[in-house]
């Protein structure tokens, strides 16, 4: 799917999870790095848990990353 997808879209990542542990799922889902390009600009992770924290009980979403 995602082989198909890459030449119409730009593949990002949305995760409430922590970007170290996204990251590290994405070197499994996709270890050479052909489908998910610059993955530190478009992988939209918390950095940390403070922030991860205030994701959760605050109720903000993808535009307050």
């Given at each position: ?53 205030e ?11």
């Amino acid at each position: 799917m995602l082989r198909f997808l890459v030449p119409f879209c730009t593949l990002y990542v949305y995760s409430h999870g922590l970007k170290h542990y996204v990251m590290k799922i994405l070197e499994k889902l996709d270890p050479k790095n052909e489908f998910f390009l610059e993955r530190h600009i478009r992988v939209l992770a918390p950095e940390n848990q403070m922030r991860q924290l205030e994701l959760k009980t605050c109720g903000k979403s993808l535009t307050d990353l």
